[in-house]
């Protein structure tokens, strides 16, 4: 990463970074749920409400991916100062809080028909719904820091403390009773059939390509933004 510290090298790779990413990441996506919306079978229980499957985990999985890229950018910026580590963590947000909102959307429709509500204080679904304030906190907090001139350390220390609820989520269906199931895809296999399981690596694949390009265009973004508030200073002294 310190390879790209330096921002008209990091545009160099981001450029080009980011149209791949799109292209395969939109391809991947649509292939993935046309497969399981037209080409896998009902599951013997809960019937077509299965297909919600192949956007609720993909969801679900960029929500805390996102936020474990905050603090892993808050982590840089204070421990070795790397001078993109603040903008790629508002660059994450924004996306973060995207894919936590359709996680919560996605769980809440499955839910309807599964549980027979819409919601319910459920341990994972209250989690999901903290790291959904969390991001919108720490874009708000990101946000004005930047535009009284802050190098983002209270935001970059927020985004830390808040990476706690990342285990809370993942282990929330274990630590209480819930209605939520429990893990259904581990290292070691998974409990979902083949014949319903096999598109959801392409969804998952495809939304995190499209997850990191839009966090590339972001940055992208706000580098140039900050190079013509830097060229308009100039100007101005002269």
């Known amino acids: 990463m310190h390879a790209l510290a330096n921002p008209a090298r990091f545009l160099r790779f981001a450029r080009p970074a980011t149209t791949w990413l799109v292209l395969i990441g939109a391809a991947l996506a649509i292939a993935g749920m046309a497969a399981g919306l037209t080409l896998t079978p009902p599951d013997y229980l809960q019937g077509e409400t299965v297909r919600i499957l192949y956007i609720h985990v993909p969801a ?123 893990e259904s895809i581990g290292l070691t296999g998974s409990s979902i059939d083949n014949s319903i399981l096999w598109p959801l690596p392409l969804t998952m694949i495809g939304f995190t390509c499209l997850f990191a390009a839009a966090t590339l265009m972001r940055m992208r973004a706000e580098l140039a933004e900050a190079k013509v508030e830097a060229r308009m200073r100039r100007m101005g002294r002269e």
């Open 60 to 182: 679900a999985w960029l929500g805390m991916a996102g936020w474990f890229g905050i603090a892993a950018a808050s982590v840089s910026q204070l421990v070795w100062r790397h001078p993109l580590a603040a903008v790629a963590g508002r660059a994450v947000a924004p996306a973060g809080a995207t894919f936590a909102a359709i996680c919560l959307v996605t769980g809440s429709i499955w839910g309807r028909p599964t549980w027979g509500t819409w919601w319910e204080w459920d341990g994972r679904l209250t989690s999901v719904l903290i790291l959904f304030f969390l991001y919108l906190g720490y874009i708000a907090l990101a946000s004005a820091e930047r535009e009284r001139g802050g190098e983002g350390r209270i935001a970059a220390i927020y985004g830390l403390v808040g990476a706690i609820n990342l285990p809370i989520i993942h282990y929330s269906v274990l630590w209480w009773r819930t209605l939520h199931q429990g």
